[in-house]
């Protein structure tokens, strides 16, 4: 499938990360809903800040954006030496392989790079420069046909007038293509059928507000949003019929890496008989890892709770718990939407083979 085909051409849907001649571009999203900006990376400094400030956030973009990225911050260093160039991109690699640990795509396309560098001992800089441009190309391309594979499998669980409830960011936004979690919704809505998205805001920085909800309603998808301490409410009231969320990493026992929340509402879920689906490419898998237990979580700097938009909403002294993310028990999950079909969480035979 030729990659102009993965876009809908009546959907208006965002592009979150791709080249601009050999610069990564990126929508800066920290400044939405309010403004729109895009912002030109070259530097691995530039990289990295972007990643950790969440100028370019979603694990599937911040693997794309991660190898793009390391690409573009060599290409000074193709006219030096070849120790020289292999050293820099070692140390370029490994520090944009922890700007974000969470999440199993960075470290994931860092060493798909690496690993051309390897099948490559004796080229040239420039010919391996090259080789390591169309790898990450080769990335962007792949997450965009997996996004628009992950909504073909999704959209059967939808039915028109369906209610879905989901959790911070899995959207365009959140990747090169139309997304994970709202990957369905947006099939749905190219094909006219009705969905109806409740949207929780994800405290502390709003990812579901500000990014979500963003990017529905300019698609013109009917989405309300609500505030976190609401979803129970909302699975009582409103009729939710299924939740979707994504995943930064999803372990060999089936357990789920997603943002600080998740956790909550897959056990409010259950609580009131609605099924909780993921939905992440087969590259947020980490087969490596057995359970949750495993995952390495990020910490975020508590000022992000204190005072997030400017405003002191807590006192300085008071200690927060500034975890990123929650794991989610597979117990709790009804299936896992992937590129490949939807898996039963820790039957992941045909995953691993492949």
């Not at 080249?19 to 403004?35: F, G, S």
């Not at 050293?87 to 520090?95: G, N, P």
């Amino acid at each position: 499938m030729a990659v102009a085909e993965l876009w809908s051409k009546s959907i208006d849907i965002p592009r979150a990360v791709r080249w601009h001649d050999d610069a990564v571009r990126i929508i800066d999203q920290t400044l939405l809903p309010a403004e729109y900006k895009e912002v030109d990376l070259v530097e691995v400094d530039e990289l990295i800040e972007a990643i950790r400030s969440l100028r370019v956030r979603g694990a599937p973009a911040i693997g794309i954006a991660g190898a793009m990225g390391l690409v573009t911050s060599l290409k000074k260093q193709v006219e030096g030496s070849g120790s020289e160039f292999r050293a820099r991109l070692a140390d370029h690699a490994e520090r944009v392989r922890l700007a974000r640990p969470t999440g199993a795509n960075l470290a994931w396309a860092v060493n798909r790079l690496l690993a051309v560098a390897d099948q490559m001992a004796e080229a040239s800089n420039s010919d391996l420069w090259e080789a390591m441009r169309r790898e990450a190309t080769a990335i962007l391309e792949e997450d965009r046909e997996m996004c628009r594979r992950i909504g073909e499998h999704g959209l059967a669980l939808l039915h028109d007038e369906s209610t879905v409830l989901t959790h911070c960011n899995a959207g365009a936004l959140a990747t090169a293509g139309i997304g994970t979690a709202l990957a369905p919704i947006y099939l749905a809505a190219e094909r006219g059928m009705k969905v109806r998205v409740l949207s929780t805001e994800t405290r502390p920085l709003l990812q579901g507000s500000r990014l979500t909800a963003w990017e529905l309603s300019r698609a013109g998808v009917d989405v309300t949003v609500l505030t976190d301490s609401a979803a129970a409410a909302a699975m009582a009231r409103l009729a939710v019929d299924l939740v979707i969320v994504g995943a930064d990493r999803i372990v060999a026992n089936g357990d789920v890496a997603n943002k600080i929340g998740t956790y909550g509402l897959a056990v409010a879920a259950r609580h009131h008989g609605i099924p909780f689906y993921v939905a992440a490419p087969s590259s947020t898998f980490d087969f490596t890892r057995a359970s949750g237990d495993e995952i390495p979580i990020e910490d975020r700097d508590g000022d992000e709770v204190r005072r997030g938009f400017g405003r002191q909403t807590a006192p300085d002294d008071v200690p927060v718990f500034g975890a990123a993310f929650d794991v989610t028990p597979a117990k709790l999950v009804a299936g896992i939407i992937t590129e490949r079909g939807i898996f039963v969480p820790g039957e992941f035979a045909e995953l691993r083979q492949a």
